[in-house]
Structures are given as structure tokens and as C-alpha cells.
């Protein structure tokens, strides 16, 4: 059995929060929430909000009712990037120096050992 949970439009880049996502991608939940909570990074706590809403989905199916929450496990975890917004600042001589803030869409499955 799968579940799945998606954060959209996160500020950050697809780069600093695929960083994160090496460290939980495959292993338990409970490991995984517990390194996500304790963790320094930004993104640990959009991967955190997110792993838990997969979490919330599963048991809200009928098989997720009657599984043991032990053996689910973070079976793919991905990030992908969302649309851009450019900017400008000041720069030197009167110009002007584009900034580009980077979004991503984060994707997160779930499953038990099993399957």
C-alpha cells in the first residue's frame, strides 16, 4: 500500500532541498521524522510537514487502518522546481542585476515493507 503527499510552490530551490531529501530517501518514518525535526536546514521542515501528511493519508485509507506504523517507509522522495520569480536590485553605474528566487514542488510516497 502507497500514499502519497506533495508540497507545493516551496520557497527554496529544488537544489538545497534535494540536499535533505538524500538523507531520509528510503529509509523508516520514524527515523526520518525524527533526523527532520532535530535538523538545522530549512528544508527539513517543509520535508517534515510533508512526510507527515503522507503519513495522515495513509491512515486514512482501510488498509492503512489495520497496518502497524513501523513499517512504513519513505519509498520515493523527490523534488522538482516550480516557476521562478526575477527580480532586479541595483547595481553599479546606474544598472541593474537580475535576481532569480527559486521554488520547487516536493513529492514524497510512502509503503509498508511489504510491497
Known amino acids: 500500500m502507497e500514499s502519497k503527499a506533495k508540497a507545493r510552490f516551496v520557497r527554496q530551490s529544488p537544489r538545497k532541498v534535494r540536499r535533505m531529501l538524500e538523507?531520509?530517501?528510503?529509509?523508516?518514518?520514524?527515523?526520518?521524522?525524527?533526523?527532520?525535526?532535530?535538523?538545522?536546514?530549512?528544508?527539513?521542515?517543509?520535508?517534515?510537514?510533508?512526510?507527515?501528511?503522507a503519513v495522515s493519508n495513509f491512515l486514512q485509507t482501510e488498509e492503512g487502518k489495520k497496518a502497524d506504523l513501523d513499517d512504513l517507509v519513505i519509498k520515493e522522495a523527490f523534488v522538482d522546481p516550480a516557476?521562478?520569480?526575477?527580480r532586479f536590485r541595483p547595481a553599479s553605474m546606474g544598472r541593474a542585476?537580475?535576481?532569480?528566487?527559486?521554488?520547487?514542488?516536493?513529492t514524497i510516497v510512502l509503503s509498508t515493507k511489504k510491497s
Open 83 to 86: 516557476p521562478s520569480m526575477k
Open 97 to 106: 542585476s537580475r535576481l532569480i528566487k527559486r521554488s520547487s514542488h516536493l
Open 23 to 53: 538523507t531520509v530517501r528510503g529509509k523508516n518514518v520514524d527515523w526520518a521524522l525524527n533526523n527532520l525535526h532535530f535538523s538545522p536546514q530549512k528544508a527539513s521542515v517543509v520535508i517534515e510537514k510533508t512526510v507527515r501528511s
